[in-house]
């Protein structure tokens, strides 16, 4: 069941194959955090972002070796990539004829009306979207000097920027209003939604570390996202961006907008836990993440109430002392010894999944 209200309505636009827009679902992405001019290290961070399901890759371009280093990636890749624009109006020409899928810039640090139009006009040339990021911590000067870094002057900069593209006639547009702390970013972009249809980018920027910013983007995202707010998101970590892509869809299955791969669920622990919870319950975890199928699995601490606790997930297992259980929707299977649980855990998932897969005639 969805907590979702009504989505907002918005134009569509696409960025590579990805759909974007309130026809289409809510997309994941990530940002690498590669030198870009390392095409190897780039290439095989997107990939591993790509098996976690991350659908679109943001990169830096921050020189023209940079902007350059695209076209080998993208010979690589499958996924769409998003050329991350600052300052000069020249990367963003070269990220475009390089094959870039789409492009992130601020028209307010760009330069002068000239350079923009340089821009948008590269733009339509190579039927490319443009990501309008405003961030509180790089507003206009005249902006920030009159309203400060509040979430009414990164609506005035949105609107402001979203304009001098469509002055240009220029409408394949997406915007994102980021601040690193919850309270602004909700409020931004609540006031922008009802001045533009164009479609919503969202997270919190600077969020920190694992626990912060999990907590703060899962609280951020998903206010918004259960206000109908928001058309791709990115989770921001300072971390693998595998982990980034994690949570999102994490946030996504918590509000019940999507699902992907498995779904785990884990016991607390208590004083009748006689096995390394934390341990398994991790190893389980990262084996999973390249899995796609939509299971349920549990992982428990005990026998004594593990199975009933956990008799809606799919599969699961359950410790004791030395031995544990292996059951499925409740139902105890087979014991097996502590040191075998998470091999055979895997084993008996690997073919509940070819199972579903033959039986749908194709992956889920």
């Given amino acids: 069941m969805s907590l979702v209200d009504q989505r907002r309505s918005t134009r569509q636009i696409s960025v590579g194959n990805v759909k974007i827009g309130s026809m289409a679902q809510v997309s994941v992405q990530s940002m690498t ?43 690589q890749i499958t996924i769409p990539i998003i050329a991350d624009i600052h300052f000069d109006f020249r990367l963003a020409l070269a990220s475009a004829t390089a094959g870039a899928d789409a492009l992130r810039i601020n028209p307010g640090n760009i330069g002068e009306a000239k350079k923009i139009k340089a821009v948008v006009d590269c733009a339509k040339k190579h039927g490319i979207p443009i990501r309008i990021g405003v961030n509180a911590g790089s507003l206009e000067q005249e902006i920030e000097q ?88 990115r989770v921001s970590l300072t971390r693998d961006p595998v982990e980034e892509v994690r949570t999102g869809y994490e946030i996504l299955r918590a509000l019940g907008i999507r699902s992907r791969g498995p779904e785990l669920i884990s016991c607390p622990t208590c004083g009748r836990c006689k096995i390394d919870l934390f341990k398994i319950a991790e190893q389980v975890e990262k084996a999973l993440l390249e899995r796609s199928s939509r299971i349920k699995v549990a992982i428990m601490g005990c026998v004594v ?18 031995k544990g259980i292996l059951f499925k929707k409740g139902k105890v299977i087979r014991k097996i010894d502590q040191d075998e649980l998470v091999d055979q855990l895997l084993s008996e998932i690997d073919k509940m999944i070819k199972n579903s897969e033959k039986f749908n005639g194709k992956k889920e």
């Fill in 305 to 322: 109430n593990g199975p009933g606790e956990a008799k809606e997930a799919d599969i699961g297992i359950a410790g004791g002392d030395g």
């Fill in 33 to 75: 955090n590669t030198q870009t001019q390392d095409v190897v290290a780039t290439v095989n961070q997107i990939l591993a972002l790509e098996k976690a399901g991350c659908e679109i890759i943001r990169v830096a371009v921050p020189d023209m070796e940079a902007a350059q280093a695209i076209e080998k990636i993208k010979q």
């Fill in 146 to 233: 009159r309203l400060g870094t509040t979430p009414q002057a990164m609506v005035e900069s949105a609107v402001r920027n979203i304009k001098i593209l469509e002055d240009l006639d220029f409408h394949d547009i997406k915007v994102s209003l980021k601040a690193s702390d919850v309270s602004r970013t909700v409020s931004a972009y609540r006031l922008l939604a009802p001045r533009t249809d164009v479609p919503f980018h969202i997270g919190v920027t600077e969020a920190g570390g694992l626990y912060a910013g999990i907590t703060k983007s899962a609280i951020g995202i998903g206010m918004l996202l259960a206000q109908g707010l928001g058309d791709t998101l």
